[in-house]
């Protein structure tokens, strides 16, 4: 697992790259933020290990920032204030599309990179997202729960943090999929 995250974070780091202008015989650092929902989920553990260690390996200044939770209102600050701090480069993790629209545009219009993974803003002006197809994988876990109760049964619906984009993707997708399932046991 962490080698397809570093593998991941190697990716995300090349791609955002790419989308810069060429620099002068390499003479600016180029400082890339990478914003994770929040500090205190210990998912990102892996992409943020493998964003320093590509950034150490690619000459890069990575700053691994983020609000203490999850939270949109503290997440568009820490990009309001990477924007002041005039980095290069952001990939952030959004925990609401809609609240992170603005702040994202605003960056890209002030000439920084902005990237989406594992949780999109696609109305924004980003570059890309990396990521899953989360409706895809929701689908897919509904298919799965077809083999474990081929007679039916009660399913609860666990999940992190409401509102996150991806997330909500993936109960859409469980619940599209749920839907079928019970329409097929009629």
Same mark, same amino acid.
């Given at each position: +697992?962490?080698?397809?995250? !570093?593998?991941?974070?190697?990716?995300?780091?090349?791609?955002?790259?790419?989308? *810069?202008?060429?620099?002068?015989?390499?003479?600016?650092?180029? /400082?890339?933020?990478?914003?994770?929902? #929040?500090?205190? $989920? #210990?998912?990102?553990?892996?992409?943020?290990?493998?964003? &320093?260690? /590509?950034?150490?390996?690619?000459?890069?200044?990575?700053?691994?920032?983020?609000? /203490?939770?999850?939270? @949109?209102? &503290?997440?568009?600050?820490?990009?309001?204030?990477?924007?002041?701090?005039?980095?290069?480069?952001?990939?952030?993790?959004? $925990?609401?599309? $809609? @609240?992170?629209? =603005?702040?994202?545009?605003? @960056? +890209? =219009? %002030?000439?920084?990179?902005?990237?989406?993974?594992?949780?999109?803003?696609?109305?924004? %002006? !980003?570059? *890309?997202? #990396?990521?899953?197809?989360?409706?895809?994988?929701? %689908?897919?876990? @509904? &298919? *799965? +729960?077809?083999?474990?109760?081929?007679?039916?049964?009660?399913?609860?619906?666990? /999940?992190?943090?409401?509102?996150?984009? $991806?997330?909500?993707?993936?109960?859409?997708?469980?619940?599209?999929? *749920?839907?079928?399932? #019970?329409?097929?046991?009629?």
């Amino acid at each position: +697992m962490k080698s397809v995250l !570093r593998r991941v974070g190697l990716v995300l780091v090349i791609l955002i790259l790419s989308s *810069f202008a060429v620099y002068a015989g390499g003479s600016k650092e180029v /400082t890339i933020a990478v914003v994770p929902k #929040a500090l205190d $989920n #210990a998912i990102f553990l892996d992409a943020k290990d493998a964003a &320093e260690k /590509t950034g150490k390996e690619l000459g890069l200044k990575i700053l691994w920032v983020g609000s /203490t939770k999850s939270d @949109a209102a &503290e997440q568009v600050s820490v990009l309001e204030g990477l924007i002041q701090k005039k980095v290069d480069g952001i990939l952030v993790s959004c $925990n609401d599309a $809609n @609240a992170l629209k =603005d702040v994202i545009d605003r @960056a +890209m =219009d %002030k000439g920084i990179k902005v990237a989406t993974f594992d949780s999109d803003s696609p109305d924004s %002006k !980003r570059l *890309f997202y #990396a990521g899953t197809d989360n409706y895809g994988i929701g %689908k897919q876990t @509904a &298919e *799965f +729960m077809k083999e474990l109760l081929p007679r039916g049964g009660k399913v609860a619906i666990l /999940t992190g943090v409401l509102g996150a984009p $991806n997330l909500e993707q993936r109960i859409v997708g469980f619940r599209d999929g *749920f839907r079928g399932l #019970a329409d097929d046991r009629r």
